[in-house]
């Protein structure tokens, strides 16, 4: 008897450091203490000119958040004895800094998980926003962190030893673009060449942070729903509240337009009454939410919803405003706006962008708000509609594509406002281009994260023209693509004059240039005619 005794107090001291507690969740202490010693590894570090596991502006703000509240923590669940978690991006996947990383041919190959490898697996996942509750991508710190690893083999350059036989391991993207930096002008001269040959891998450029919270999973069963929670501790900002989201019906069925099975009896998207002939409109097409349950937040509905009353106030009609949002669980703003769709339907947004945009006169004004999840190359990302936490090809919008989908288009003016992470990509590509001579893209200097864009579209008047309303504030700058005109932004949103002699009232600009007008048919068939020689050619 007393042998037994001794045996169980002899197990109650070795319990805290078994590799995993008996519990769903660590504890608030130790989860705490990883936090702590996570944030103060990477403050004291020197911020690099590049590179990092920050952007140097963030990595030096550590230094300021240490002083006051600190990020918000999230962290895995314990797994069971012997197993281990995974953490999958949707963008790549955290590996050790200094790793065997592989370059990026072009834009998308960081959002493209190469075949028969699978991410490192550890004890357990930490990470830490600097910024919750803003939209994602922002910067985040992912750390891995391993039980039972002594001293001597955790210490190194990059990891740290936490006491108890736990060691912590700061992570970066894997496979993120321009990883290896070649100079330029390497191939002048034999002498170039042969420094090109010494100086031909640099520092990565700063584009391989982490911006997306990870899908952990249980290393042994990949299906295993998010193991990755958020934790409320003292000293450290509080979690961000998701957006409760109400589960559709059983009856309607998730259904894209490239299938043609029994469930798919319906389309969801009422193209056909897009476009009627001798008849021109201003649509409007709205993308906004998350990538995930866990980080749709209330601003995504609230941004929708204040988006689509300004339209509706600016004389665009309920049915040429074509919503999607999240998956098919849809907020309470679906009960104001009325039919919003899902935003895993992307060969309807797609497609019906391609019916507006090539129809002749269907158009006068196209807007879009882009209010989604963006990686650092500007890929919007819709939805992870099979929850592998990869953003697979269904499941993003390259820059590309959607350059695409409004090349040429048949607007009188395209205005893109784009309410996200990293608009710099798609503005460089817009000035550059010669194919979107009626696009504007409206976005913030400063990405705001939050509502503020919104709501400062949201006070826009009819009566009010475009230029006017952004000169008077700043924050907020347009970009035309190469050759267009800055008299896309000298009228309303409708495309009303502004400054017209005498002025013009406000029934005969609903009449003329709000909502929809009926075309002549003479200048229908006119431009038919024209059409019709380009297309045989």
């Not at 970066?172 to 100079?183: A, G, T, W």
Request: include cysteine.
């Amino acid at each position: 008897m007393a042998l037994l005794l001794l045996a169980l107090a002899a197990a109650s001291l070795a319990w805290p450091c078994a590799a995993t507690p008996s519990g769903s969740h660590f504890s608030e202490a130790r989860v705490a203490r990883w936090a702590t010693a996570a944030l103060r590894h990477v403050a004291v570090a020197p911020c690099p000119e590049r590179g990092g596991l920050l952007p140097r502006p963030q990595c030096q703000r550590l230094a300021r958040l240490s002083q006051g509240l600190g990020p918000a923590v999230y962290v895995s669940e314990p797994a069971q004895p012997g197993h281990k978690v995974r953490a999958l991006l949707p963008d790549g996947w955290g590996d050790r800094p200094g790793g065997s990383l592989a370059p990026a041919r072009n834009q998308s190959a960081g959002l493209q998980r190469p075949a028969g490898v699978s991410p490192p697996a550890h004890d357990a996942v930490l990470v830490l926003d600097p910024s919750p509750g803003a939209s994602f991508g922002h910067p985040l710190l992912l750390f891995y962190i391993d039980f039972n690893v002594s001293p001597r083999r955790c210490r190194s350059r990059d990891r740290l030893y936490l006491g108890s036989y736990e060691c912590l391991t700061p992570a970066q993207r894997s496979r993120c673009e321009n990883q290896l930096k070649r100079r330029p002008g390497r191939g002048k001269g034999r002498s170039q060449r042969s420094a090109g040959r010494a100086r031909r891998e640099e520092p990565p450029v700063g584009l391989c942070e982490i911006h997306f919270l990870p899908l952990v999973v249980v290393a042994q069963d990949p299906k295993h729903p998010q193991k990755l929670h958020c934790m409320d501790l003292r000293g450290f900002n509080p979690c961000p509240q998701p957006l409760p989201l109400i589960s559709s019906s059983s009856t309607v069925a998730y259904c894209e337009l490239n299938k043609n099975t029994r469930r798919c009896h319906r389309q969801q998207l009422p193209m056909y009454k897009s476009c009627r002939m001798y008849q021109t409109c201003d649509h409007a097409v709205l993308i906004t939410g998350g990538w995930q349950e866990q980080v749709t937040y209330p601003h995504h509905a609230h941004n929708l919803l204040l988006f689509y009353q300004m339209l509706r106030r600016n004389g665009f009609r309920q049915e040429h405003i074509k919503a999607f949002f999240a998956n098919e669980g849809q907020a309470a703003v679906a009960v104001e706006m009325g039919d919003v769709h899902p935003a895993t339907e992307k060969l309807a947004i797609r497609s019906h962008l391609a019916l507006v945009c090539r129809s002749l006169h269907c158009a006068d004004s196209l807007v879009l708000y882009l209010n989604s999840p963006a990686a650092s190359d500007g890929t919007i990302l819709l939805w992870d509609a099979n929850h592998n936490g990869i953003a697979d090809p269904k499941e993003r919008y390259p820059i590309s594509e959607l350059l695409t989908d409004l090349e040429s288009c048949n607007a009188r003016r395209v205005l893109l406002f784009l309410d996200q992470s990293y608009p710099e990509p798609l503005a460089k590509k817009l000035r550059a281009s010669r194919h979107h001579p009626n696009v504007v893209l409206v976005r913030g200097i400063t990405p705001s994260g939050g509502s503020a864009f919104a709501e400062f579209w949201a006070g826009l008047q009819p009566d009010q023209c475009l230029l006017q309303h952004i000169l008077p504030v700043g924050p907020w700058s347009a970009v035309l693509a190469s050759g267009t005109s800055a008299q896309l932004l000298n009228v309303t949103l409708a495309g009303a004059p502004c400054h017209s002699i005498p002025p013009m009232g406000e029934e005969e600009r609903q009449r003329r240039y709000q909502g929809c007008q009926n075309l002549p048919t003479m200048l229908w068939y006119r431009s038919r005619h024209q059409q019709m020689p380009q297309e045989d050619d």
